[in-house]
């Protein structure tokens, strides 16, 4: 029987997590299911699909509306926005929330039925903003504390695990899917020409310029490479990157193109593809990279990159 399905999220920018929801609202609309993707802000890296509808909840000027002071009308918001796509469409059989801003105004909205999609590893994040300041660890725990009495899925086991060891967040349930990847799809876009790629081997990193990411940890090693390959850098901050690879030194050796709707064109020509994070909810990239059957070596991080990699070198 088809269902209607909300799979929800802050904005479709370039991450991880927004190419994820496009991927399964694509499965479930083959499968024979009516996907609906609900997006708060209007921020979109991603093309958006032609044949599954995607609404918007605010406006483009509209931040930090989940704020302490702004919260509540954001929560009526959501709460009239899911009314009204229901009367207009009739009633969803399940809503999918995905990232901490989705996850807590549609808890503190009380829509059903619900499961919250935890895609980063919740202690690594929190540790990160207390390192920032009591404020955004605050603002980052007020989020978390939200999926209290939840149902939950996370992306990885390791961060299934960890949350029922750490007890910080007591779920109604929880349960690990792996995320989606639509391996004919992530081939046939690797062969598609592009005539950016440098010619010969090269390096390549994908992921945004953040403290999770560890392009300094990335960069340092870079530059004692004796080997003198080109590194590939696709990111969403591609000023900030090459002002990182100035400052170890090897900016003459650093692209950075910028985001790219298709980057598998980029890693199937790459000669490795490296991740060199502190900490990971799944580790996508490494997915990708694998299916365009280019070699990976990565960081062993908290989660997932070794859920992937099974076999570890000296």
């Not at 999770?212 to 590939?232: E, I, N």
């Not at 994070?277 to 990565?298: A, H, R």
Request: glycine content about 6%; some cysteine.
């Amino acid at each position: 029987m088809s269902k209607r399905i909300a799979l929800a999220i802050d904005s479709l920018a370039g991450g991880g997590a927004e190419k994820i929801v496009l991927t399964l609202a694509r499965e479930f609309k083959r499968l024979g299911h009516e996907p609906h993707i609900l997006v708060l802000s209007p921020h979109c890296d991603y093309v958006l699909p032609a044949d599954i509808p995607v609404h918007f909840c605010f406006d483009k000027g509209q931040r930090h509306i989940d704020g302490l002071l702004t919260q509540h009308l954001a929560v009526k918001k959501v709460k009239q926005w899911v009314t009204s796509l229901s009367s207009l469409l009739g009633s969803f059989d399940v809503f999918f929330s995905n990232l901490d801003r989705t996850n807590l105004l549609f808890t503190k909205a009380q829509v059903k039925p619900l499961y919250c999609v935890i895609h980063n590893a919740i202690e690594e994040e929190l540790k990160r903003e207390l390192k920032l300041g009591p404020l955004a660890y605050w603002a980052m725990w007020r989020a978390k504390k939200a999926l209290n009495h939840q149902q939950l899925i996370t992306v990885s086991k390791g961060i299934e695990d960890d949350i029922i060891q750490r007890k910080r967040i007591q779920a109604a349930s929880i349960q690990t899917i792996y995320n989606p990847f639509d391996i004919d799809a992530i081939r046939h876009s690797a062969e598609l020409p592009n005539l950016d790629i440098p010619k010969g081997d090269y390096i390549i990193h994908v992921g945004r310029v953040a403290k999770q990411k560890r392009h300094d940890v990335l960069l340092s090693a870079f530059a004692k490479m004796q080997t003198k390959l080109p590194l590939v850098l696709l990111c969403n901050k591609p000023r900030k990157a090459l002002a990182l690879a100035k400052k170890y030194g090897v900016a003459d050796r650093v692209i950075c193109p910028g985001f790219q709707e298709n980057p598998f064109t980029w890693i199937k020509n790459a000669r490795l593809l490296v991740l060199s994070s502190d900490y990971e909810g799944f580790g996508n990239v490494i997915m990708e990279s694998l299916i365009c059957n280019t070699p990976v070596v990565s960081t062993d991080c908290p989660f997932g990159p070794n859920e992937i990699l099974t076999q570890a070198f000296a």
